[in-house]
């Protein structure tokens, strides 16, 4: 498993030049180059090719990975904490397990990187985990690597697994961690970039790049490519305040909404890209059913959407989050909502993250 192969530096997959459909193909002419033609296609023209990999397949190679590596860098996403912790990577890699919280840059200004980290630490532990450490980074301004550098060249562990759910940000943090002169790997939003296990040396050990694991119930998995990437921030995420009254609705685009039965007051963090839109109760379902384009947060290519209720009663300083997509914070008063979201979709009710702010 473990010896050197002809492999493409991009996503790690095995190249071949027999088949030019399946995954790994170089053209035979470009003997010696180590990208296999989607990514070369998807670095350079930014073509969109879905994954090939089934969920069982990916948790195979993060179960490989874990079991052949000392340590495991397991990268959560605190925007989408809902969406990006895995509870089946966490039973695999605890006893080796560190936690990178990626993508701090684009927390709201307002977040404090000790509060977040003291926030992430006590909701592991309420799941059982015990992370050896906790790493705050931004892989895009390189916030928090070097800390993580030193403790991964004192630790010196022989193989270093990085794991994480897609789009969690696994290979630009294995991008800021290799030396400036090696091959690069691949790195775009869309989803299942990484097909194998890609094996870096690093400071006289390996780093193993992982492919990310399918999340089960988060909103990304109801929209087409093209949607999905407005999920991903680009900037740090809006923070909204909301005074509702008692049967007024906030709709999250065409994505879902929640239906207020109390009057009061909703901090509300997700993506710019989503259109929040405020309207009363008896009007919400049917907007949702039509999505009219003016709303956004889907197309006319993304599957249908089959929608379900859920009650939520909330106390001031809980957040409610929805996988994929953000969550909202109670201030001031509890309330009773009502969410209608895609069926499917994860949903939890806990402290808030951004506690006094």
């Given at each position: 498993?473990?010896?050197?192969?002809?492999s493409?530096?991009?996503c790690?997959?095995?190249?071949?030049?027999e088949?030019?459909?399946?995954?790994?193909?170089?053209?035979?002419?470009?003997?010696?180059k180590?990208?296999?033609?989607?990514?070369?296609?998807?670095t350079h023209?930014?073509e969109?090719?879905?994954?090939?990999?089934?969920?069982?397949?990916?948790?195979?190679l993060?179960?490989?990975?874990?079991?052949?590596s000392?340590?495991?860098?397991?990268?959560?996403?605190p925007?989408?904490?809902?969406?990006?912790?895995?509870?089946?990577?966490?039973?695999?890699?605890?006893?080796?397990?560190?936690?990178v919280?990626?993508?701090?840059?684009?927390?709201?200004?307002?977040?404090?990187?000790?509060?977040v980290?003291?926030?992430c630490?006590?909701?592991?532990?309420?799941?059982?985990a015990?992370?050896?450490?906790?790493?705050?980074?931004?892989?895009?301004?390189?916030?928090?690597i070097?800390?993580?550098?030193?403790?991964?060249?004192?630790?010196?562990?022989?193989?270093?697994?990085?794991?994480?759910?897609?789009?969690?940000?696994k290979?630009?943090?294995?991008?800021r961690?290799l030396?400036?002169?090696?091959?690069?790997?691949?790195?775009?939003t869309?989803?299942g970039t990484?097909?194998d296990?890609?094996?870096?040396?690093?400071h006289?050990?390996?780093?193993?790049?992982t492919?990310?694991?399918?999340?089960?119930?988060r909103?990304?998995a109801?929209?087409?490519?093209?949607c999905?990437?407005?999920?991903?921030?680009?900037?740090?995420?809006?923070?909204?305040?909301?005074?509702?009254?008692?049967?007024?609705?906030?709709?999250?685009?065409?994505?879902?909404?929640?239906?207020?039965?109390?009057q009061?007051?909703?901090?509300?963090y997700?993506?710019?890209?989503i259109k929040?839109?405020?309207?009363?109760?008896?009007?919400?379902?049917?907007?949702?059913?039509e999505?009219?384009?003016?709303l956004?947060g889907?197309?006319?290519?993304?599957?249908p959407?089959?929608?379900?209720?859920?009650e939520?009663?909330?106390?001031?300083l809980?957040?409610?989050?929805?996988?994929?997509?953000?969550?909202?914070?109670v201030?001031?008063?509890p309330?009773?909502?009502?969410?209608?979201?895609?069926?499917?979709?994860?949903?939890?009710?806990?402290s808030?993250?951004?506690?006094?702010?």
């Amino acid at each position: 498993m473990w010896s050197k192969i002809s492999s493409c530096t991009g996503c790690g997959i095995k190249l071949q030049s027999e088949s030019p459909n399946s995954p790994g193909f170089i053209p035979s002419q470009t003997e010696g180059k180590s990208l296999c033609k989607r990514c070369y296609r998807l670095t350079h023209y930014g073509e969109l090719a879905p994954t090939p990999l089934s969920r069982e397949a990916e948790l195979k190679l993060a179960k490989n990975a874990i079991s052949h590596s000392q340590l495991v860098l397991m990268l959560i996403d605190p925007i989408d904490f809902a969406g990006t912790l895995s509870p089946e990577l966490i039973r695999l890699a605890q006893g080796k397990l560190a936690v990178v919280l990626t993508k701090m840059d684009l927390l709201p200004p307002i977040a404090r990187t000790q509060e977040v980290v003291a926030w992430c630490r006590e909701e592991l532990s309420r799941r059982g985990a015990r992370a050896q450490a906790i790493f705050p980074i931004s892989s895009k301004n390189g916030m928090g690597i070097s800390r993580l550098s030193s403790f991964l060249r004192k630790r010196a562990p022989s193989r270093t697994a990085i794991v994480g759910v897609t789009n969690v940000g696994k290979s630009a943090l294995l991008e800021r961690l290799l030396p400036q002169a090696a091959p690069k790997p691949t790195i775009s939003t869309l989803a299942g970039t990484t097909l194998d296990l890609n094996s870096r040396p690093y400071h006289g050990g390996h780093i193993l790049d992982t492919p990310g694991l399918t999340p089960e119930g988060r909103m990304d998995a109801h929209l087409c490519p093209s949607c999905q990437t407005k999920l991903i921030p680009s900037s740090p995420i809006s923070s909204m305040l909301y005074e509702l009254d008692g049967g007024e609705a906030l709709l999250f685009g065409s994505l879902g909404c929640l239906i207020n039965h109390n009057q009061t007051v909703l901090q509300v963090y997700v993506p710019g890209s989503i259109k929040l839109h405020r309207t009363n109760a008896e009007k919400a379902p049917a907007l949702l059913a039509e999505a009219p384009r003016w709303l956004g947060g889907s197309c006319a290519k993304c599957p249908p959407k089959k929608w379900e209720e859920q009650e939520f009663v909330l106390e001031p300083l809980e957040d409610l989050a929805i996988a994929g997509l953000g969550w909202v914070s109670v201030r001031r008063m509890p309330t009773t909502v009502q969410a209608i979201l895609p069926q499917g979709i994860r949903t939890q009710v806990r402290s808030a993250m951004l506690q006094k702010r």
